[in-house]
């Protein structure tokens, strides 16, 4: 099973700024099948990014993901209001799928 | 518009059975492979289930293998998890998801599911 580790768990920062949340895959994860989703609360995830890099269909551009080994990174370029959430990294490449355990953005 | 829309949820004692559905429209259902993920209240987001178009293949977490059971109708677009022999920790909203390959792209807005005495 891969592990995925999120750092840190909670981000407290303020509209503007950058915000930069790191995955870190207990093993390779193939074909960097690794997706970033936010969650609001009472709402479900939504997906932002795919294959550690790629936005998902309306997803903004201040949302980018980067991947290096089995490091990976979502970054925020300039947080807005809407952007204070939970975001999960997930890997799709191997059974059992698994979720990190959540970074929460908050003001 | 892409829309999942679960049902089934409710209240249940340990040890006893529920079916949830989950209703597709506004896409080719039978192209996805389609996933459960549950939430257990103030908690992650843990994957459950997947299954294949026309259900040749399911994978399930270890935790609910051999008691849950996750099956489709792509003649009715819908998708099912039987869950049997519940536990106090199966508690959880659980989520129909779908996508391309194993990607969750598309998601509903879940069922509640409470295991109680």
Redesign the interface.
Known sequence: EIVLTQSPGTLSLSPGERATLSCRASQTVGRN?L?W?Q?KPG?????LI?AASNR?TGIPGRFSGSASGTDFTLAISSLEPDDFAVY?C?Q??T????????TTVEI | EVQLVESGGGLVQPGESLRLSCAASGFTFSKYWMNWVRQAPGKGLEWVAIIRQGGSEKYYVDSVDGRFTISRDDAKNSLFLQMDSLRAEDTAVYYCAGGSGWLMTDWGRGTLVTVSS
Do not use: M, V
């Open positions: 099948y997706a989703y969650q709402q479900a995830p939504r997906l795919h998902a999960y997930q799709y490449a059974s059992p799928l698994t979720f990190g355990g959540g």
